[in-house]
């Protein structure tokens, strides 16, 4: 038997406001209607990816996140200033190095996520 990610789940408080900005933010669409406003399933057009679900949760958005989400860019700083235009935040992060190939962001909820300049060592994307 072998096992492969089939989705990365975040908690959010608002439901309806995180399905807008990821689907904005990432291209993917919802999977179904939601049933109601504690969750969505968010599918990338050519079910290429795996699947971004969106949990509504109390629990408070951690400074920092154990886990997070990497998104990769081709022009990273255009992709940064898009996202913020659709509600994402940048973050002040105190774990910048020299020359970081990253940016942190956070979502409306707060969920926090690095933009990450795509190069020649980014095996297996596209």
Known sequence: ?????????????????AVDFWTS??????REA??????????SPNAASSQLALMKSV???????????????DNRE????????LGARRVEWDSYGES????????PDGNRFCVIEKDEHWIGFR
């Open 34 to 43: 939601p049933e109601d406003d504690t969750w969505a399933t968010l599918i």
């Open 59 to 73: 629990t408070a958005v951690q400074a920092h996140p154990r886990v997070h989400l990497d998104l990769y860019a």
């Open 100 to 107: 970081p190939d990253f940016v942190v962001l956070e979502d």
């Open 78 to 85: 255009s992709e940064v200033a898009r996202l913020i235009e």
């Open 1 to 17: 038997m072998m096992l492969r990610i089939g989705s990365t789940v975040l908690g959010v408080e608002d439901v309806t406001r």
């Open 25 to 30: 933010a990432i291209g993917y669409e919802l």
